[in-house]
């Protein structure tokens, strides 16, 4: 007798090929194995199915009726079995309807997605997006189960576990920008100047402190803000029409100046760069569109990191 735990799946396989020549040489040379060792693995079947399976007759070797009950169901278990352990199949994006969630700030809604959204609907014009915003505590569940298909974000903020997989992307670092012609900042503002004028703050969670706000009173010293906001879609036009400072990170204020009547300084103060990554779950890391999406932030973000 013989159960599943016991018994070498792998016998089947030669099964079949004698099953198909009737005959254990060319059952082996079928195989690549030599005749005696199909003779024992034949040996090893018997055994284990409690059968003579192939009985010699004067014409030759003939299944017995436990064989013949057998050759359907084993080849199709062989066929589902092939099928499985096939690689994926390629994905097609022109075809695919699938729909990716992303986890990203205005920040990367802003510089990502006109581009990402542009290539999606030139090259696959059936993929939906859905972008959600950072949330204060790191997604991990959402990666995990699937709800959500990668993060973007600047690492040093995400804080992401190490179990999950990420990109780096570009980095950024802070700048300020102020309306043209400011009667007090017309060039690079000194650390004396940038504290005397009122400042704007962006600030997603209301809170009125951020990396500058921790650099200057390490200094001793204190800047007054005057307005925050949470996003950051109203920010160049109330820059526009105040004599405040902004400050916000380089590539934002790059283009913020393009449509608004703004210029560029750099902050006064040492602080580091910013590192954007990308980051998804190891359980998807080999998913072909899931690698089709990563591999297009990418590259978008390789041509935004030239710019």
Known sequence: ???L?????????AFDALMRDLNVTRAAEQMFITQSAMSHI???LRQQLDDPLLVKTPSGMKPTARALALIDPVRALLAETERLIQPPLAFDAATSQRRFVLAATDYIEFLLMPELSGLIENIAPSIDLHVKRTETSFPVA????GSLDVVLGFESVLKPPAHLRHQYLFSDRMACVVRQGHPLINKPP???EFVAVPHMLISRTGSNLGIIDQELTAMGLERRIKLIVPHFLSAPLIVAKTDMILSLPYRIAEQFTKFAPLITFPVPIELPEYDLCMIWHPLRDKDPAHQWLRGNIAELCRDIDGL
Not at 8 to 13: K, P, Q, R, Y
Not at 142 to 145: A, C, D, K, P, V
């Open 42 to 44: 034949l040996q090893k």
């Open 1 to 3: 007798m013989s159960n």
């Open 5 to 13: 735990r016991t018994f070498d799946l792998n016998l089947l396989v």
């Open 190 to 192: 000194s650390l004396a």
């Open 142 to 145: 959402q990666l995990e189960n």
